[in-house]
């Protein structure tokens, strides 16, 4: 533990902050801003009926771009301050202990808040109808949750960067949508129907993790670099295969009136014999994304739990060993080729799990929904919640998938950037903010301490993943 | 006295240039033999031709009788040979137990508890940091980790590539007086690839000298040390 100095038993620290010259800074700071904004957001050329371009002065946004400046500079100052004096006293850094009590019992806390969301939400706003909103946010966050625990297998656990995840995502999808369009057709399976989705899940996730061990095949000598160009490419075909196979996937046009999952047999309907019937309650199309609430619930407690269990098991100890230092794992009589493969394909099946369940809520998907872009946010999740780490992950998918969606609905904004200000178009701006200060202020992640998977009674040391180099191999 | 393992006019090649060009060994069971040389002599080439990365182009590799010159790696690390690689090269973000555990992987634990009883009284110093990240130890207990952990799967043939790398004198002496140890009190065979002539001769009961891909002399430990060549080549100039 780091003693602490006091301020008086080292002279040449200044006691407190310096106030006046982070403020004199930061007044710099808006002025420079007031000249480089001045012109470009000061004004602004308006075409007038007669053809002429007339100048309209926009004092509001000028003032407020600078005003945010100079406090946010201020701000900088007052926090670099701070750090450098605390800094000083404190030159060894110990994870806060907090945090780790936080991070074991981060996991049930977590299912509880997750359980009880939509009868909180239900009962703050009274009834069904106006709750889906925020349920159906719950499923969006749920889906990237277990996307990126899927993910953090290949990429936190394994060390195999894979820019390509959103392939086994769209095989999982794909294979639902074409099994439970195909299958309920066929004469004599009709039965079959309602329990499309069960049946499809598990054959969704083996088809899944079959592509994933097809693709770590010619990968297995690959690395770092050029591993994530081959699955980044390996994602790309996927696609276009999708695209272009007209016939079996109905190209660019996608697929719909996927059939939608039942509760065990009992549709969600108005019907008869649907699940509102069946329970004597009034029908309500709430029924349904409530019991899709809690069937990504389930797979995503899945996931969490067979990762945990994975990770004590001398498979998952190899895989994090494979990542630290992949010639010490070979020295040591474990099979790389093998390691590998099942860090792939068990990466892949969750992917899988999660495309089924994707296809099952959206009744209709097309190749437009597993671009590229749907990679880099699994992935983005994965590394800035710190790799390996399942609490990151869900940390991160509050910030990167919660935070944008969340400023479509701020209006305070408005009052800032003026009322024709839509914020929905800065989304993937202040997304991109956010992680590169995400990036500066934790350079390995939100959170950064390995967990060990043996604790021997006595507490862990709690040293910072900062001051531990990653492998090399 | 059986030879445990033998390397038969071995060559080993990167791309189009030779590394080893042809070199004979026998390891004795139950005996410390030692390779020392110059940088770039080939001596790590050989310990990682030993374990099949990369392979040799020529030559034959025997352990136990058994011919593992075409084995994969992991299968040649599974009968009994057990390596501690250059650079130490322990998992820096996982505990040192869980180091340990690694190293026990390819016989499924099977013996986890006893053998970690029996590394731990070996090196008291890791018992102390069970729980410690490798990568916050120090160069000499990573090196004590290395080899706690090549100890775990039991194996027969013991291979160290440079233990001394960079750590102090002391330190050094230390892990020499181990692997004496290890050797004396369970007959574990050792093949030592070393730098640190003085040491490893005095050690060994067996040396070779390997220059430039080819073993130019061999002999007793003792009868190397004596050689002028060796001196001249090895040891004069570093005082020990």
């Given at each position: 533990?780091?003693?602490?100095?006091?301020?008086?038993a080292d002279?040449?620290?200044?006691?407190?902050?310096?106030?006046?010259?982070?403020?004199?800074?930061?007044?710099l700071?808006?002025?420079?801003?007031?000249?480089i904004?001045g012109?470009?957001?000061?004004y602004?050329?308006?075409?007038?009926?007669t053809?002429?371009?007339?100048?309209?002065?926009?004092?509001?946004?000028?003032?407020?771009v600078?005003?945010i400046?100079?406090?946010?500079r201020?701000?900088?100052?007052l926090?670099?301050?701070h750090?450098?004096?605390?800094?000083?006293?404190a030159?060894?850094?110990?994870?806060?202990?907090?945090l780790?009590k936080l991070?074991?019992?981060?996991?049930?806390?977590?299912?509880?808040a997750?359980?009880?969301?939509?009868?909180i939400?239900?009962?703050?706003?009274?009834?069904?109808?106006?709750?889906?909103?925020l349920?159906d946010?719950?499923?969006l966050l749920?889906?990237?949750?277990?996307?990126?625990w899927?993910?953090?297998?290949v990429?936190?656990?394994a060390?195999?960067?894979?820019?390509?995840?959103?392939?086994?995502y769209?095989?999982?999808?794909?294979?639902?949508?074409?099994?439970?369009?195909t299958?309920?057709k066929?004469?004599?399976?009709?039965?079959?129907?309602p329990?499309?989705?069960?049946?499809?899940?598990?054959?969704s996730g083996?088809?899944?993790?079959?592509?994933g061990?097809i693709?770590?095949?010619p990968?297995l000598?690959?690395?770092?670099d050029y591993?994530?160009i081959?699955?980044l490419?390996?994602?790309?075909i996927?696609r276009?295969v999708?695209?272009n196979?007209?016939d079996?996937?109905?190209?660019?046009?996608?697929?719909?009136?996927?059939?939608?999952?039942t509760?065990?047999?009992?549709p969600?309907?108005?019907a008869?014999?649907?699940?509102a019937?069946?329970?004597g309650?009034?029908?309500?199309p709430?029924?349904r994304?409530?019991?899709?609430y809690?069937?990504i619930?389930?797979?995503?407690a899945v996931t969490?739990?067979?990762?945990?269990?994975?990770r004590?098991?001398p498979i998952?100890?190899?895989?994090?060993?494979l990542?630290?230092?992949?010639i010490?794992?070979?020295?040591?009589g474990?099979n790389?080729t093998?390691?590998k493969?099942?860090?792939?394909?068990i990466?892949?099946?969750?992917?899988?799990?999660?495309?089924?369940?994707?296809?099952?809520?959206?009744?209709?998907?097309?190749?437009?929904?597993?671009?590229?872009m749907?990679?880099?946010?699994?992935?983005?999740?994965?590394?800035?919640?710190g790799?390996?780490?399942?609490?990151?992950?869900?940390?991160a998918?509050?910030?990167?998938?919660?935070?944008?969606?969340m400023?479509?609905n701020v209006e305070?904004?408005?009052l800032?950037?003026?009322?024709?200000?839509d914020?929905?178009?800065y989304?993937?701006?202040?997304?991109?903010?956010?992680?590169?200060l995400?990036?500066?202020w934790?350079p390995?992640?939100l959170?950064?301490t390995?967990?060990?998977?043996v604790?021997?009674?006595?507490?862990a040391?709690?040293?910072s993943?900062?001051f531990?180099k990653?492998?090399h191999? | 006295?059986?030879?445990?393992?033998?390397?038969?006019?071995?060559?080993?090649?990167?791309?189009?240039?030779?590394?080893?060009k042809?070199?004979?060994?026998?390891?004795?069971?139950g005996?410390?033999?030692?390779?020392?040389?110059?940088?770039g002599?080939?001596k790590?080439t050989?310990?990682?031709?030993?374990?099949?990365?990369p392979?040799?182009r020529e030559?034959?590799?025997t352990f136990?009788?058994k011919?593992i010159?075409a084995?994969?790696?992991?299968?040649?690390?599974?009968?009994?040979?057990?390596?501690?690689?250059e650079?130490?090269?322990?998992?820096p973000?996982?505990?040192?137990?869980?180091?340990?555990q690694?190293?026990?992987?390819?016989?499924?634990?099977?013996?986890?508890?006893e053998?970690l009883?029996r590394?731990?009284?070996?090196?008291?110093?890791?018992?102390?940091r069970?729980q410690?990240r490798?990568?916050?130890?120090?160069?000499?207990?990573q090196q004590?980790l290395?080899i706690?952990?090549?100890?775990?799967?039991?194996?027969?043939?013991?291979?160290?590539?440079?233990?001394?790398l960079?750590l102090?004198p002391?330190?050094?002496?230390?892990?020499?007086?181990?692997?004496?140890?290890?050797?004396?009190?369970?007959g574990?065979?050792?093949?030592?690839v070393?730098?640190?002539a003085y040491?490893?001769?005095?050690l060994?009961?067996?040396?070779y000298?390997?220059?430039?891909g080819?073993i130019?002399?061999?002999?007793s430990?003792?009868e190397?040390?004596?050689r002028?060549?060796?001196?001249?080549?090895y040891l004069?100039?570093?005082?020990?």
């Amino acid at each position: 533990m780091a003693t602490m100095q006091s301020p008086a038993a080292d002279p040449a620290m200044k006691p407190g902050l310096d106030y006046g010259a982070a403020f004199k800074d930061a007044c710099l700071a808006g002025i420079i801003a007031f000249l480089i904004f001045g012109l470009l957001l000061g004004y602004e050329t308006q075409q007038t009926l007669t053809n002429q371009i007339i100048l309209v002065p926009r004092t509001m946004l000028l003032a407020g771009v600078v005003a945010i400046v100079v406090i946010g500079r201020f701000l900088i100052n007052l926090w670099s301050a701070h750090r450098a004096q605390t800094l000083k006293t404190a030159p060894t850094k110990t994870t806060n202990p907090l945090l780790l009590k936080l991070e074991a019992q981060a996991g049930p806390a977590f299912l509880i808040a997750a359980v009880l969301f939509p009868a909180i939400v239900i009962i703050a706003n009274g009834e069904l109808q106006s709750s889906r909103y925020l349920v159906d946010l719950g499923i969006l966050l749920l889906t990237y949750v277990m996307l990126g625990w899927g993910l953090n297998v290949v990429v936190g656990l394994a060390g195999l960067l894979d820019l390509g995840y959103v392939a086994f995502y769209a095989v999982g999808a794909y294979t639902y949508a074409l099994l439970a369009t195909t299958l309920v057709k066929l004469p004599g399976l009709e039965w079959l129907a309602p329990w499309m989705f069960w049946i499809c899940l598990p054959v969704s996730g083996l088809l899944a993790a079959l592509w994933g061990v097809i693709l770590g095949f010619p990968v297995l000598r690959l690395r770092g670099d050029y591993l994530a160009i081959v699955t980044l490419a390996f994602g790309e075909i996927i696609r276009l295969v999708l695209i272009n196979w007209v016939d079996v996937t109905n190209g660019g046009a996608g697929i719909s009136s996927i059939p939608r999952p039942t509760f065990f047999g009992l549709p969600f309907s108005a019907a008869d014999n649907g699940f509102a019937a069946t329970f004597g309650i009034t029908f309500d199309p709430m029924h349904r994304i409530i019991f899709l609430y809690y069937v990504i619930v389930a797979l995503a407690a899945v996931t969490f739990i067979v990762t945990l269990r994975l990770r004590r098991l001398p498979i998952g100890r190899a895989w994090e060993a494979l990542r630290e230092d992949e010639i010490a794992c070979r020295s040591l009589g474990i099979n790389t080729t093998n390691t590998k493969l099942t860090a792939f394909s068990i990466g892949a099946m969750f992917g899988g799990f999660a495309g089924c369940f994707f296809a099952a809520r959206q009744g209709f998907i097309s190749p437009e929904s597993f671009v590229f872009m749907e990679s880099a946010i699994i992935l983005a999740i994965v590394v800035l919640g710190g790799l390996g780490s399942m609490l990151g992950v869900i940390i991160a998918t509050m910030v990167l998938i919660g935070g944008p969606e969340m400023l479509r609905n701020v209006e305070s904004l408005r009052l800032v950037f003026g009322s024709d200000f839509d914020p929905t178009k800065y989304r993937m701006l202040i997304l991109g903010i956010g992680m590169v200060l995400i990036m500066i202020w934790k350079p390995r992640g939100l959170i950064s301490t390995r967990e060990p998977t043996v604790t021997l009674g006595k507490k862990a040391q709690a040293i910072s993943g900062d001051f531990v180099k990653e492998g090399h191999g | 006295m059986t030879t445990l393992l033998s390397v038969r006019g071995v060559k080993t090649y990167y791309g189009s240039i030779i590394a080893l060009k042809g070199v004979d060994i026998d390891v004795e069971e139950g005996k410390i033999t030692t390779l020392i040389g110059a940088n770039g002599a080939g001596k790590s080439t050989l310990m990682m031709t030993i374990c099949g990365t990369p392979r040799a182009r020529e030559g034959k590799i025997t352990f136990d009788g058994k011919d593992i010159t075409a084995l994969p790696t992991h299968e040649i690390m599974s009968l009994s040979i057990a390596q501690s690689p250059e650079g130490r090269r322990i998992f820096p973000r996982m505990t040192v137990y869980e180091n340990l555990q690694m190293g026990a992987a390819i016989n499924q634990l099977a013996y986890f508890k006893e053998d970690l009883e029996r590394v731990c009284d070996l090196f008291p110093r890791l018992r102390e940091r069970l729980q410690q990240r490798g990568g916050t130890l120090s160069g000499g207990e990573q090196q004590m980790l290395a080899i706690a952990r090549a100890l775990m799967s039991r194996p027969r043939l013991l291979l160290l590539d440079e233990p001394s790398l960079g750590l102090a004198p002391l330190i050094v002496k230390q892990i020499f007086e181990i692997i004496a140890a290890l050797n004396k009190r369970d007959g574990l065979s050792v093949f030592l690839v070393e730098q640190n002539a003085y040491h490893a001769l005095k050690l060994a009961h067996r040396g070779y000298v390997m220059v430039n891909g080819v073993i130019t002399l061999s002999g007793s430990g003792a009868e190397l040390l004596e050689r002028p060549e060796v001196r001249a080549a090895y040891l004069e100039g570093g005082r020990h």
